[in-house]
């Protein structure tokens, strides 16, 4: 009686469902059907027809003239053609296959192997992890966030420099600079991941070494205010300061300036050596990018630039070398320009501009895909990945409530660091992880700056 009523009261409810199709199962096909009712599914309308009106006469008519060839072609006409059908009304049978008259050729279906798709790669929007910044110092033409080659993140917070060691998730203080010449005004890891310099305000560069915490020497006399932008090459370090001026500094030697490129009339915010080491680009409050060239370079020229390039209408501090295009370089303008350029550094030939709507203040390529991250200001706050060259919008990576002044990218490329005015430290897993990465990563590989809390 209750199964009965729960039955009933379940059908009802699935009645009332609107525009449902609705199914009674039927245990076999025989089931609610009847004998004496044709299946109008399992019938041939146009054959029937035919049957009923021209297939009798041509019968009567042809049945004198038959021979034996004509019958036996008149069969095999009707078994190719389907007409052999001994009822005009189908109760069970459904009617039969078409025969395909023409056989399909799949030789050349053969010869045309389905093309690999590469499966779209997931772009997390999110950061990972955000990390407390107190006391950075929210200015466009500083620098200071750096990822050094031992995965080691330097960043600097108002004096202080701290280090976070990315295998262990430890975090140490570096070096607090005193107020007569601090604050910090830029970072910059040697190749080697264990030296780092740090720029001054009061025009000083300091040499430290990460592993024994121990200061080697200061740089002096280069500069006659502050270092806002430094760049390594093998033991050459480049320092760009407020007063326009680009030093080559030889850490080995006593007298440590070897090269002093001038041009530049206001303060150096962009410094980057090409990843052969040949050529300087540098980017300036006035608008201006410049393309050094090693090989012409010399201590008693004036004007020893190899281009000047004066398309951006605003200060240029982003500056990146493209990874897998020779002579590639993308620049970013400031808050009145907005733009992302690609420069070719060989003819000093601006090959494409995009207006990105927004202050540029950061530039990463993706080293394992063709992929360039910007990191912008006002309104958005936003990081956008694009495809180059192309150009087109991939991801936007919002969460910053300020300007994202700072950028740094891991050893492995995968993991970028963000640092704003907004005082914090996101890390986006943006450019994923590559497949070489995920054949040779452990199956528990420790997350970096697992164990950091808060920076300090």
């Known amino acids: 009686m209750d199964a009965g009523m729960n039955t009933s009261t379940h059908l009802k409810a699935q009645a009332r469902c609107p525009l449902q199709e609705h199914f009674l199962p039927r245990k076999s096909s025989k089931e609610n059907l ?14 029937a027809h ?88 929210d200015d466009f033409y500083l620098n200071l966030l750096d990822w050094g080659s031992a995965n ?29 010449k601090g604050p910090v005004t830029s970072i910059n890891w040697a190749p080697d991941g264990r030296h780092v310099a740090v720029g001054l305000n009061n025009s000083e560069v300091q040499l430290w070494d990460s592993a024994s915490n121990r200061q080697l020497r200061t740089l002096k006399g280069g500069h006659q205010s502050r270092v806002g932008s430094m760049a390594w090459n093998n033991h050459i370090l480049t320092t760009g300061g407020m007063d326009g001026q680009i030093v080559n500094n030889d850490v080995r030697i006593r007298s440590h300036v070897v090269e002093t490129y001038r041009g530049h009339t206001q ?39 190899l281009h000047r390039l ?15 295009q020779a002579n590639l370089l993308a620049t970013g303008g400031g808050g009145g320009d907005r733009t992302i350029k690609f420069w070719n550094t060989h003819t000093g030939a601006c090959l494409n501009s995009v207006d ?20 912008h200001g006002f309104t958005q706050n936003q990081l956008t990945l694009w495809k180059y060259p192309s ?20 050893p492995d490329g995968c993991t970028v660091a963000s640092a704003a005015g907004d ?6 897993n943006v450019f994923g992880v590559p497949e070489t990465a995920k054949k040779a990563a452990p199956k528990a590989a420790h997350e970096p700056f697992s164990h950091v809390n808060r920076i300090r």
Not at 280 to 304: C, E
Request: hydrophobic share 35%; glycine share 4%.
């Open 34 to 47: 009847d004998r004496f009712i044709p299946n109008r599914s399992a019938m041939d309308f146009d054959y």
């Open 50 to 137: 035919y049957a009923l009106t021209e297939g009798r006469n041509g019968k009567d008519q042809t049945a004198a003239v038959s021979s034996p060839s004509r019958e036996a072609y008149r069969k095999q006409l009707a078994e190719t053609m389907n007409l052999n059908h001994t009822r005009i009304l189908a109760f069970r049978n459904k009617p039969q296959a078409p025969v395909e008259l023409l056989p399909t050729d799949h030789s050349a279906s053969l010869h045309q192997q389905p093309k690999s798709v590469k499966p779209r790669r997931n772009i997390p929007q999110t950061s990972e992890r955000t990390l407390d910044a107190p006391d950075i110092v």
């Open 152 to 180: 080691v993140l330097a960043i600097a917070l108002g004096h202080t420099v701290y280090l976070w060691d990315a295998s262990s998730g430890s975090t140490s203080e570096l070096v607090t600079i005193d107020e007569e």
């Open 267 to 305: 303060e150096v915010c962009g410094l980057k050596w090409s990843g052969s080491g040949q050529q300087l680009a540098s980017g300036g409050n006035d608008n201006v990018v410049h393309i050094w060239d090693r090989s012409v370079a010399s201590s008693n020229s004036t004007t020893q630039w």
């Open 310 to 324: 004066e398309e951006h209408t605003s200060a240029v501090k982003a500056l990146a070398w493209c990874p897998f």
């Open 356 to 375: 990105t709507g927004s202050q540029v203040c950061s530039l990463l390529w993706n080293k394992n895909e063709r992929e360039l991250l910007s990191s």
């Open 391 to 410: 150009m087109v919008k991939m991801a936007e990576l919002t969460g910053h409530t300020s300007r994202v002044l700072y950028m740094a990218q891991s």
């Open 423 to 428: 005082e914090t430290l996101r890390f986006w």
